[in-house]
C-alpha cells in the first residue's frame, strides 16, 4: 500500500515562503506521478502542480512563477517551493500518488498553510 504524508505547512506572512514535503512508502516511488492539491474553504479542489514519473512538470495558472514542484526519488519524497504567498494561497495542501499503469490513486491526510494579510 502507498501512503503520502504531508509536511511543512504552518502560518506565514504575505510575500513569504514555505517549502512543503511529500513522502510515500514503496519501492517503486520513482514510477509515481506525484501531485500538490489545495482546497480553500467553500471552494472546489484544485491541481496546483503535478511531476510525472519522468520529470516533467505543470502548474496552475494561479502559482507559475511562485511555486516549483521536485522529486528526490532516493528519500521517496516530492516537495512544493511555494514563494511570494499570498492570502488567497490559504488552503489545506495535499499530495497525491497516481499511476494508470500501476493502478495507483492515493492521497494523503492534507496539511495547512495560511497566509496572512
Known amino acids: 500500500q502507498v501512503q503520502p504524508v504531508e509536511s511543512g505547512g504552518g502560518l506565514v506572512q504575505a510575500g513569504g515562503s514555505l517549502r512543503l514535503s511529500c513522502s510515500a512508502s514503496?519501492?517503486?516511488?520513482?514510477?509515481?506521478?506525484m501531485g500538490w492539491y489545495r482546497q480553500a474553504p467553500g471552494k472546489q479542489r484544485e491541481l496546483v502542480a503535478v511531476i510525472t514519473a519522468g520529470g516533467d512538470t505543470n502548474y496552475a495558472d494561479s502559482v507559475k512563477g511562485r511555486f516549483a514542484i521536485s522529486r528526490d526519488n532516493a528519500q521517496n519524497t516530492v516537495y512544493l517551493q511555494m514563494n511570494s504567498l499570498e492570502p488567497e494561497d490559504t488552503a489545506v495542501y495535499s499530495c497525491?500518488?497516481?499511476?494508470?499503469?500501476?493502478?495507483?490513486?492515493?492521497w494523503g491526510q492534507g496539511t495547512q498553510v495560511t497566509v496572512s494579510s
Open positions: 497525491n500518488a497516481y499511476s494508470k499503469l500501476l493502478k495507483l490513486d492515493s
Open positions: 514503496g519501492s517503486i516511488f520513482s514510477l509515481y506521478n
